[in-house]
């Protein structure tokens, strides 16, 4: 069947061409097997989002679906991933809108480009508009920092959640239009978004059986020496992030090439077989590469994350 698409008629034809291309995606193609651990995480998300859309005679009443879903935890955990695995798994329009690209490039346009958000977002529904770093539009009122430019959009994206809210609780479940939010910051959320994004689901750093995944996700094309000891690097890593630890794979992976060509000339590098260029990454390379990449979260970070989700949190 011909897939609809928006009639761009009575919109700003440059904002309806920049959702489409830079915010639309629909099938971001990540999986859950895809994301290392965070077994908790994804069992609420899937309770939270992708079951209403799969047995919605059952989600009514009381247990209507929440109106929005906030994911809170330190940077680098795999929020963003996560967001993309929802939409993949429930087959819903996939809008990837991080704050910059509401802000930046379309000064003064930005209230206009949230409600055709909101619209186009209606309009592909089922769909999962997810805002990345929520907190540096929405932080709370009157905090100095705060012009009147942003104070605007975010009035816009509450009235527009509310919007939702109403579109959501009409009886087709096929019109749902999903909030899904993340924040490293959410001491600095705005109450009334807050409030609106009914869930919030944690997102920890990796447990070790996560970091271990990760590895053998990060590592699959990458030969490994003899006596390279995966667990044992897991454990070293405790307390590192996703993107830390993909930081330290790429590193690591470089170790042997970096050996490999110092000290000569790009003609000489390029006439290197190419079987000595890929030579296996051993133990050594990764203990190197652990001394080099530092814990990008602190203990006070991780203390503030669990201060605020005993205080807000609804897990």
């Given at each position: ?217 990060n590592l699959k094309d990458v030969e490994k020496a003899e006596g390279l000891n995966l667990n ?84």
């Amino acid at each position: 069947t011909d897939e609809k698409k928006f009639d761009p008629q009575g919109h700003d034809k440059d904002l309806v061409e920049h959702l489409e291309r830079d915010i639309l995606q629909k099938n971001p193609n990540v999986h859950w097997d895809d994301i290392a651990s965070l077994t908790e995480a994804k069992k609420l998300l899937e309770e939270a989002v992708v079951l209403p859309l799969i047995v919605p005679d059952f989600f009514k009443g009381i247990r209507r679906p929440w109106k929005g879903v906030l994911m809170v935890g330190p940077p680098g955990t795999g929020k963003t991933l996560l967001a993309k695995a929802v939409a993949t798994e429930c087959g819903t329009t996939f809008f990837n809108v991080s704050t910059s690209s509401l802000t930046s490039k379309w000064h003064g346009e930005s209230e206009k480009l949230v409600r055709l958000l909101f619209e186009m977002a209606r309009f592909y529904a089922p769909s999962t508009v997810f805002i990345d770093e929520i907190d540096s539009i929405c932080s709370k009122r009157g905090s100095g920092s705060e012009h009147e430019a942003s104070r605007r959009v975010k009035s816009e994206i509450l009235v527009q959640m509310d919007g939702v809210s109403s579109v959501n609780e009409s009886e087709d479940a096929t019109k749902t239009v999903m909030v899904l939010a993340a924040t490293n910051f959410p001491w600095d959320l705005d109450e009334a978004l807050r409030r609106r994004l009914e869930k919030r689901i944690y997102i920890p750093l990796p447990d070790a059986l996560g970091r271990r995944q990760l590895l053998d996700i990060n590592l699959k094309d990458v030969e490994k020496a003899e006596g390279l000891n995966l667990n044992e690097i897991a454990d070293l890593l405790d307390g590192y992030s996703g993107a830390d630890i993909t930081c330290v794979c790429r590193d690591a992976a470089m170790m042997s090439f970096r050996r490999r060509i110092a000290g000569l000339r790009p003609e000489e590098i390029r006439n290197i077989p190419k079987n000595e260029l890929t030579l296996p990454t051993t133990m050594e390379d990764f203990l190197e590469a652990i001394k080099k990449v530092s814990k990008s979260v602190s203990q006070e970070d991780l203390e503030k994350y669990k201060k605020w989700m005993e205080e807000f949190g609804s897990v």
